[in-house]
């Protein structure tokens, strides 16, 4: 509650900083959005913000002291909900603050960076993912738009900024040089390359130089590919010093994400920036700061870097038409469509060479006539030797921990975004290295396709899952290409805007294009994915999927405008960048809950020291969740709710969108349905956080659906996904009746207890429900759940609402005595139950179990067990474990010199199933196998026959270990299952 | 109600106000006590509660004088709930009284000596009661009871007022015991440890400088508690306390108190005579004792249906449905000594077949597999020294001592 709460709050302030943003001025928007939000999330962290700043200004930024302040400020957010969410978690921190105060001589407030990393730790699993990004995001679009005039002074203390992150975790002495060199006004010398300022200044001041040669694609990969490694090692350098420093519990998974996207994203940046070299009047610093700052926002949450592409913050971002930036979002789509090429050689086609071929051709022949609003296209031209060096990064990798780390991190990055992992580098060099070949060779019509055409291509291409549509797809493409260039229409037809259903031939293709590719590909194993508790339902409910298009739309609502208005819009951009960009943020918030909370409880343990073994071991957890939880997030209608929760943080800034920009009247229709959408859930959304008017909340479902999943609910209800009565009454009979598992059955029945609940339904529906879920439950052996619905049955009992009291009077009586062994409450108990209560068979039988149970008489009760009315028996099942067992201890202390164990296992009730002969010998074996594992002594006499022998067993008996038994207590709680069952 | 004037209620007011201060200032514990004591219901307290219903603005005459608007608050509060206890509207009545009992205890805080301890009883005992009245208004009206607990609270602040040093503590134990009381009503009993703990770990003040009409009180309730936990050593000897200082002249306490002891003297096989049990009109118990010296189990199972209700109520019917045990003991006793009697040579073997007959005697039916079972208990418990031939059924019994007495020892020890 507490979290949610948080977010909630913050969020409208966050988006309010987005408004402000528009007057361009960077480090004041800054600062006066987050004191806003000060005042309204409490003194608690006020005092910290306040700490914070003194410290950072005094003992760092000196020479610039307002933009410290700044990155100061940015903090701040993540500080509030970390306080004032829970206690726990900055106190973990803080005690690590002398650990973080030896290292740092500087005596950087360590309480300022403890808030900052447990503040992202808190909001992780508040899934308020947007939140956060959407605040670093916005600190690095005003540094942006500063570099985008070309002010050199901004620069360095930008990059500062997002440097002190990363400094502080790393030594002091980093930091001084870092900072010697800045005021030394060696802007050359750049933030990024602190230790090795000479070699990395080198090589990226030859860097864009050889970009900027149009035929520079082979120099320029291949230039790349041999300096970052020093660069990146570099970095890598800090990482482990950072999460060493810091902490660790967070750090496995942090590094992973981020430090994968932030690959991908940080070269798309440099390459980008690269090629605008000339407009930018070619400073190679500014251009090299952004990588760099890229880096050091990695310690932010993972979902990060994906989340920019889709976050408000940055469709602000593109008002400002910043050619950096920009350079994000042609990323993913590329990646994307490099990861096909990868993973599927085969889609290596002449064509597709020939395509990618044509792309730097393009961006060298264009880039002259649209500057900057090319920027997002040009990076995709780039994109290819940003790989490569991303790739040669990654091999060069010494460090052990992080290199531990970064297989996984790249399988995820697989998953995630389908770009190149570690194993297929070498695919991806070669690809890289082979553009310009195919540049010169198989280009038949080179520079003649418009760049729009090619993107079309493209994303065409993206969308196909398989060679056989891959074919098909290419044929139909060439196809158009030839008639548009018969027709003479290849230049002037707008071919960003041109559907893609006309090349791909069938409708799944075009409705499912956000979620099946990629899923497929995220998976490690496809095959996993049926297993997945939500497949079938995704198939059931078709309708869901446009609404995630909608959704999508809405959350780049400001790009689409931007876009549309330019003309350079293209709609699977749009969706490539929903898709790839959205996925990591939902499916964050859910690994980050295992790999971040558990790490925290460990690092008591630890003392906050990094270990190896630790990160990588968290890094074995987070695989299987991660991929299950890509699963869930590729489910288009698991994504549609996240997208509405996730909404509620934009709902400001789609309205400011909605005001400074006139919305599109000819967008297309489907745009337009989701902007509408988008109003709708930005209201409701919005008044759940603010005003808690239960009766207004109160709602009459229309939902027809039958049947519906659970998700706990985080915003008010929508009476469109709400069960009315009747349907509700048709759901528990579907649930019922269906064959299905019991994960499934209590998923359905929560989501008709929710249903009930929004509703306000008291009735006997209500017990029904209920009993129905307890029942179930029982049978499952799942007690929580039990008492949970019994709590609630109670309730409902006690309002006078009929209902099979007596049934669950009996199993109540049961559960205290074989469960609770609570005296007064079996008690009390007891005395409640009427005379004719006690008529009743099912609590007569409660009654003579407890009293064999309070006796330890054995016999009766494997009687009674055998004998059980109702779900008696499952109550009983619990317990015969412990019955045999002291059974067996009375047996082997009280009699001599041998028991049959056919006698045991008669009155033990192991042959209790039927009373075939057969099943008889069947509990002999049960029963001998039994005693053995409990450490009784077995003989046989001179007939063969299988004896206990009592006086050796008295001493040997124990109870055995479950063998199902885990350390964190629940054995449901599996990692696959974790996903699927909550 | 008789017509009270105008003039004789401003006089009565006043004079309760006089009385009040000068009790305060004379520090007269007594009739302090006397004017709080509401549910006494005095004369003079009726009186003046007809005459605050008439005279409204009682208000304004404690703030007329200094002396009387020192104890503004107090005052006000307690005119306050009289009015509305002598109306019959007890939540309103609680409600004020509460305000009341707050300003007393904050001014008793102030006082350095403990001279008014007296009255703080008198406050912590009226509150519990108007709290119970209050919460059975409630319930009446169909609304939840909460006000005991309510009142829970604020004893739960009088304890901590008078748990630190100092002469006051003398009286942490008659809040303790207020406590219990109001924790045992409400089924709260796990809220006991805290303060029985303070109590107990105490290292500045002995338990036996407490007042002993509150370690009566206080060892009676821990008693029960330790019944609960079937702690039966422990309950023995808190209960026992009890007993031993307990006012003889207090019939009804002695009878709460072995109504406990009872069950727990004969879970570690002590019988009482029945003479105890006739004085203190312990009828519910006749029949138990009687069985478990005839080793009679229908007969105690008769007994524990006929009063399953009350012990069940009282949390004793877990203890006595424990003898059943002992009850099979003195059973198996009596089937040895009559064998012996036979043919002592074999005396020591008791046949399943055998128990099983006797069982049917006593009309309770049971097939072998459920004799050897219990015979199986028995023996495990220590009850039954000896060993079971499964396959020749028979029970063999020690030849020394094979039904060891309990001595004070609680089955299975």
């Known amino acids: 509650m507490n979290q949610g709460g948080n977010t909630q709050t913050v969020s409208p302030l966050d988006s309010n900083s987005i408004e402000k943003r528009y007057g361009v001025d960077g480090s004041q928007v800054q600062t006066s959005p987050y004191q806003y939000s000060t005042g309204s999330d409490g003194a608690s962290w006020t005092t910290h913000r306040v700490d914070n700043q003194v410290a950072q200004n005094g003992n760092y930024y000196h020479p610039q002291p307002p933009v410290p302040a700044t990155g100061n400020v940015q903090e701040i957010p993540n500080t509030s909900s970390a306080t004032s969410g829970t206690v726990n978690v900055a106190q973990d921190y803080s005690g690590y603050t002398p650990y973080q105060t030896s290292s740092d001589p500087q005596g950087y407030s360590n309480t300022g960076y403890t808030n900052y990393y447990s503040g992202y730790q808190q909001q992780q699993p508040s899934q308020s993912y947007p939140q956060p990004v959407g605040a670093y995001q916005n600190t690095g679009a005003p540094y942006s738009s500063f570099q985008n005039p070309g002010s050199y002074a901004g620069t360095p203390s930008y990059s500062g900024t997002y440097y002190n992150p990363a400094d502080y975790q790393t030594n002091g002495g980093y930091q001084t040089t870092n900072y010697s060199n800045q005021t030394a006004g060696g802007y050359p010398s750049t933030n990024y390359s602190n230790q090795t300022p000479t070699s990395s200044q080198g090589n990226y001041t030859s860097n864009p130089y050889q970009n900027y040669t149009p035929d520079a694609a082979n120099t320029h990969s291949s230039a790349a590919a041999t300096t970052p490694p020093v660069q990146y090692q570099q970095n890598y350098q800090q990482w482990p010093g950072y999460y060493s420093q810091t902490e660790v519990p967070c750090a496995p998974g942090t590094e992973k994400l981020p430090a994968t996207s932030a690959f991908s994203q940080s070269f798309p940046v440099a390459g980008g920036v690269t090629n605008e070299m000339p407009a930018s009047n070619g400073q190679p610093v500014t251009s090299y700061t952004q990588p760099w700052r890229q880096e050091t926002e990695l310690p932010q949450p993972p979902s990060q870097q994906p989340a920019a592409a889709v976050s408000a913050s940055n469709d602000a971002y593109w008002m400002h038409q910043t050619p950096n930036q920009q350079a994000y979002y042609p990323v993913p789509p590329q990646n994307q469509y490099q990861s096909h090429l990868e993973t599927k050689p085969l889609y290596e086609t002449p064509f597709q060479g020939h395509q990618r071929a044509t792309y730097p051709q393009e961006l060298n022949s264009q880039s002259s006539i649209h500057q900057a609003p090319l920027g997002y296209r040009q990076p995709t031209q780039t994109t290819p030797s940003v790989d490569t060096q991303r790739v040669s990064k990654v091999q060069i990798l010494t460090n052990p921990r992080i290199a531990s780390n970064f297989p996984s991190g790249y399988t995820k990055m697989d998953k995630d975004r389908s770009a190149a992992g570690a194993t297929q580098t070498p695919a991806y060099v070669s690809v890289s290295m082979s553009n310009p070949k195919g540049h010169t060779t198989a280009m038949p019509e080179p520079g003649t396709f418009p760049k729009s055409l090619c993107g079309f291509v493209e994303r065409a291409f993206a969308r196909c899952k398989d060679d056989k549509e891959k074919a098909s797809c290419q044929a139909s493409l060439k196809k158009i290409i030839t008639e548009a260039t018969n027709d003479g229409t290849i230049n002037t037809r707008d071919w960003d805007i041109e559907p893609l259903s006309t090349v791909l031939n069938t409708d799944v293709t075009n409705t499912e294009p956000s979620s099946a590719p990629i899923s497929s590909l995220q998976n490690k194993s496809p095959t996993r994915r049926p297993k997945s508790r939500w497949e079938p339902l995704v198939e059931s409910k078709p309708f869901v999927k446009p609404a995630s298009t909608f959704s999508s739309g809405v959350k780049f609502g400001g790009w689409n405008h931007h876009n549309v208005n330019n003309k350079k819009s293209s709609e699977s951009y749009q969706k490539v960048d929903a898709v790839t960009g959205s996925k990591p943020i939902y499916s964050a918030p859910n690994s980050a809950k295992k790999s971040f909370q558990r790490p925290v409880k460990r690092q008591r343990f630890t003392g906050g020291a990094i270990d190896d073994e630790e990160s990588s071991d968290s890094e074995k957890e987070l695989t299987p969740y991660y991929s299950s939880a890509m699963s869930l997030a590729s489910s288009a209608d698991e994504k549609k709710r996240r997208d509405s929760r996730s909404k509620r943080f934009e709902k400001v800034q789609g309205h400011s969108q909605r005001n400074d920009i006139p919305k599109p009247k000819n967008a297309n229709v489907r745009r337009g349905n989701a902007l509408r959408l988008g109003e709708d859930f930005d209201e409701s959304g919005s008044r759940a956080v603010e005003d808690m008017d239960w009766d207004a909340l109160t709602v009459k479902g229309t939902c027809q659906e039958i049947e519906k999943r659970y998700l706990r609910l985080t915003s008010a209800p929508d009476p469109s996904s709400v069960r009315p009565e009747d349907v509700l009454e048709k759901a528990l009979l579907m649930v019922q009746d269906s064959p299905k598992n019991y994960l499934y059955k209590c998923d359905q029945l929560k989501s008709i207890r929710q249903d009930l609940t929004v509703q306000r339904i008291h009735n006997h529906l209500t017990a029904k429900v209920y009993e129905t879920h307890a029942r179930f439950a029982l049978e499952a052996g799942d007690l929580t759940e039990y008492n949970q619905c019994l709590s609630q049955l109670k309730i409902v009992y006690a309002e006078g609402i009929e209902g099979c009291t007596l049934e669950f009077a009996a199993y109540s009586l049961l559960y205290i005595t074989l469960h609770s062994n609570n005296n007064r409450e079996l008690l009390s108990s007891m005395s409640r139950l009427s005379r004719e209560a006690k008529k009743d068979e099912a609590v007569r039988h409660a009654i003579s179990v407890r009293a064999a149970v309070t006796s330890g008489n054995y016999v009766t009760f494997f009687r009674l067990y055998k004998t059980a009315p109702n779900m008696n028996s499952c109550l009983m099942d619990l317990y015969v474990e412990k019955m045999r067992y002291k059974a067996v201890t009375f047996m082997s202390r009280s009699c001599r010199p041998t028991i049959p164990v056919s006698y045991l296992a008669q009155v033990l009730g192991f042959a209790c199933t039927s009373s075939e002969g057969e099943k008889e010998t069947d509990g002999m074996e049960e029963c001998s196998e039994w005693l053995k594992a409990h450490g009784a002594s077995l003989i046989a006499d001179s007939n063969g026959d299988m004896l206990l022998d009592t006086k050796a067993s008295s001493t040997s008996l124990f109870m055995p270990e479950p063998e199902d038994a885990v350390a964190h207590g629940d054995r449901y709680l599996d990692v696959n299952d974790f996903f699927t069952r909550t | ?413």
């Open chain 2, 1 to 413: 109600m008789a017509y009270v004037s105008m003039g004789e209620a401003h006089r009565r007011i006043t004079e309760y106000l006089n009385r009040f201060c000068d009790a305060v200032s004379d520090q007269d514990s007594l009739t302090l006590c006397r004017l709080l004591s509401f549910s006494s219901n005095s004369p003079p307290l009726l009186s003046l509660a007809d005459a605050l219903n008439v005279f409204q603005d009682a208000s304004s005459l404690i703030g007329k004088s200094d002396k009387f608007s020192e104890y503004g608050e107090i005052l006000a509060h307690l005119f306050r709930s009289l009015q509305s206890y002598r109306v019959g509207n007890l939540v309103e009545a609680y409600l004020a009284f509460d305000k009341f009992a707050n300003a007393f205890v904050q001014e008793f805080r102030n006082w350095e000596s403990a001279w008014a301890l007296e009255a703080l009883y008198v406050v912590c005992y009226e509150i519990r009661i108007l709290a119970e009245k209050a919460d059975k208004e409630l319930t009446s009206n169909g609304k939840s009871p909460e006000k005991l607990k309510a009142a829970g609270s604020l004893l739960m602040k009088v304890f901590g007022v008078l748990a630190g040093k100092g002469p006051k503590r003398v009286g942490a134990l008659y809040v303790t015991c207020q406590l219990f009381k109001t924790y045992f009503k409400l089924g709260t009993v796990n809220l006991c440890r805290s303060v029985i703990r303070s109590i107990e770990t105490a290292r500045i003040f002995d338990f036996e400088e407490f007042p002993t009409r509150d370690k009566v009180t206080y060892m009676y309730y821990t008693g029960r508690l330790e019944v609960f936990n079937e702690n039966f050593p422990a309950a023995d000897t808190k209960l026992s306390y009890a007993l031993q200082y307990c006012d003889p002249k207090k019939e009804r306490n002695i009878r709460m108190i072995l109504k406990y002891l009872i069950p727990v003297k004969l879970s570690i096989g002590i019988i009482p005579k029945d003479e105890l049990l006739q004085k203190y009109n312990l009828h519910e118990y006749i029949n138990i004792v009687q069985a478990l010296r005839k080793g009679d189990l229908r007969l105690l199972r008769h007994a524990l249906q006929e009063h399953e209700d009350r012990f069940l109520r009282s949390g004793v019917y877990l203890v006595l449905e424990k003898l059943e045990l002992q009850v099979y003991q003195r059973l198996m006793k009596k089937i040895y000594i009559i064998q012996k009697l036979s043919d002592p040579a074999r005396a020591h073997q008791l046949k399943l077949e055998v128990i099983a007959k006797a069982l049917r005697w006593l009309e309770i039916d049971m097939d072998l597999d459920e004799v050897e079972c219990i015979m199986t208990i028995l023996i495990y418990k220590n009850l039954v020294k000896g060993y079971l031939a499964h396959k020749s059924k028979v029970v063999v019994l020690s030849k020394q001592d094979p039904f060891p007495k309990l001595n004070g020892k609680p089955v299975g020890s």
